[in-house]
């Protein structure tokens, strides 16, 4: 029995969700490969061999593999998988946009969004938003994956040694194209990745506020920054830092919560980080049920003597 992680990478070096698949994984028994595609991707290759508990890589290099359009990653995953008994992948936009081709040019079901591996055919996955959890069964062949990564501790990017095999890529299928891609860069932590967020809501009143009372409590702490979905759909943050059902799911060490009444939505992005601040004048919130420290204040006055504090 041996499980096929598909890595996310830049082709330079593999991204921090890769190592909380790794251990999800791990968990189903067996070796674990990890397969790198890209375009000119050696480094990135190199830097997958050396994380722990990796049996294999696969590097499949190649033009098609370039632009990570889900098509070719799909057709890439399915020419390997009757080696693999499991195929998992990081429940992220790409991994969410690739896996349920994969289940479907296979013609099995894929199990989504998991956070325990109860064994290698059951698995544990949130539903309704999170207030219940399913436990699910799979008869398939090949198992297809996809993992919320705050469920599983990621393994050490370093300490490990596996061989690094060269294989064939697949051709451009021609089914899509990239026609351009913008990117936003930020010297801030990775929303997902963070291990302290700060993220502000409706209650901040407009963007210029969330400016002025968010960027330097975000600045003081180190902290990457999100926002509710109300705060998104207002226009105070960009849509990449909403956390939520339909957002960012995280899990830092330190979440800040200021101006967010706490609906079930933003709850369910958030509720599993391991220290939650919670700051707003309404003491009958939501949020307040699953914060570890309250305060009921106004977040104007509040947050600037926070931040004079620290």
């Given at each position: 029995m041996t499980a096929l992680v598909l890595a996310e990478h830049d082709n330079r070096s593999i991204r921090p969700a890769t190592l909380n698949t790794v251990a999800a994984a791990a968990a189903c028994g067996g070796d674990v490969h990890?397969?790198?595609?890209?375009?000119?991707?050696?480094?990135?290759?190199?830097q997958a061999a050396q994380i722990a508990g990796v049996a294999r890589v696969l590097c499949a290099d190649g033009p098609a593999l370039g632009d990570a359009l889900a098509e070719n990653l799909a057709a890439q995953v399915v020419a390997l998988a009757g080696n693999y008994s499991h195929i998992l992948a990081p429940a992220t936009a790409s991994g969410k946009n690739v896996m349920p081709r994969v289940a479907a040019l296979l013609d099995v079901m894929q199990v989504s969004d998991i956070i325990h591996v109860l064994s290698p055919d059951t698995f544990d996955r949130p539903i309704y938003a999170g207030n219940a959890i399913a436990t699910?069964?799979?008869s398939d062949a090949v198992k297809v994956i996809t993992v919320r990564t705050t469920g599983f501790d990621p393994v050490d990017a370093h300490g490990g040694s596996a061989p690094v095999q060269a294989i064939e890529p697949v051709a451009d299928g021609g089914r899509s194209r990239l026609l351009g891609?913008?990117?936003?860069?930020?010297?801030?932590?990775?929303?997902?990745?963070?291990?302290?967020?700060?993220?502000?809501?409706?209650?901040?009143g407009s963007k210029e506020n969330f400016d002025a009372v968010m960027t330097p409590l975000a600045d003081k702490l180190g902290a990457a920054l999100g926002a509710s979905r109300a705060a998104v759909d207002a226009g105070?943050?960009?849509?990449?830092?909403?956390?939520?059902?339909?957002?960012?799911?995280v899990a830092p060490q330190l979440y800040v919560a200021v101006g967010i009444s706490g609906a079930?939505?933003?709850?369910?992005?958030?509720?599993?980080?391991?220290?939650?601040?919670?700051?707003?004048?309404?003491?009958?919130a939501p949020i307040f049920g699953v914060a570890d420290y309250g305060l009921v204040a106004d977040l104007f006055t509040a947050v600037p003597e926070m931040v004079g504090q620290i």
């Open positions: 990890l397969l790198v595609a890209g375009s000119h991707c050696a480094e990135a290759a190199q699910v069964q799979s891609r913008e990117q936003t860069k930020s010297e801030r932590p990775e929303l997902g990745a963070a291990k302290i967020v700060v993220s502000g809501g409706r209650g901040l105070y943050a960009p849509n990449d830092w909403q956390v939520g059902q339909t957002g960012k799911i079930i939505q933003h709850l369910a992005g958030m509720k599993d980080s391991k220290v939650i601040v919670a700051i707003n004048k309404d003491e009958e």
